[in-house]
């Protein structure tokens, strides 16, 4: 593809990790400062980007490739945690620009 889009507007932070976090995870806040992974139906916070010695780097805007379970359009979505690796298309979650969507994979705009 000659599009890009990583880069974008990345913001990255850190926050302290309970012991499920792993690279790659979507994560919820579970208490002042500490992300945990999410469960169906959560809402996303952000993207485990690196985890080390009990702490994350939580992408938290900018431009992600997130597995989906079901179909999600391309345009603004409202999304939830399918899993703790997955989105999924929501009516009641936040809602995030998907720029591109096949059958396994969104590429979204946190």
Same mark, same amino acid.
């Given at each position: 593809?000659?599009?890009?889009?990583?880069?974008?507007?990345?913001?990255?932070?850190?926050?302290e990790a309970d012991a499920t976090v792993k690279k790659g995870t979507?994560?919820?806040?579970?208490?002042?400062?500490?992300?945990?992974?999410?469960?169906?139906?959560?809402?996303?916070?952000?993207?485990?980007?690196n985890v080390r010695e009990g702490y994350a780097a939580v992408k938290?805007?900018?431009?992600? #490739?997130?597995?989906?379970?079901? $179909?999600?359009?391309?345009? !603004?979505?409202?999304? @939830? +945690?399918?899993?703790? #690796?997955?989105?999924?298309?929501? $009516?009641?979650?936040?809602? !995030?620009?998907?720029? @591109? +969507?096949?059958?396994?994979?969104?590429?979204?705009?946190?």
């Open positions: 593809m000659n599009i890009g889009f990583n880069g974008f507007c990345d913001n990255t932070v850190t926050f979507l994560l919820k806040l579970i208490d002042d400062n500490t992300v945990s992974v999410c469960d169906e139906g959560d809402k996303v916070v952000g993207v485990c980007v938290l805007f900018g431009y992600a #490739e997130i597995p989906v379970e079901g $179909a999600v359009n391309v345009g !603004y979505q409202n999304l @939830s +945690a399918a899993s703790s #690796e997955a989105f999924k298309a929501d $009516a009641n979650g936040r809602e !995030y620009l998907v720029v @591109s +969507a096949d059958t396994d994979t969104i590429g979204v705009i946190l």
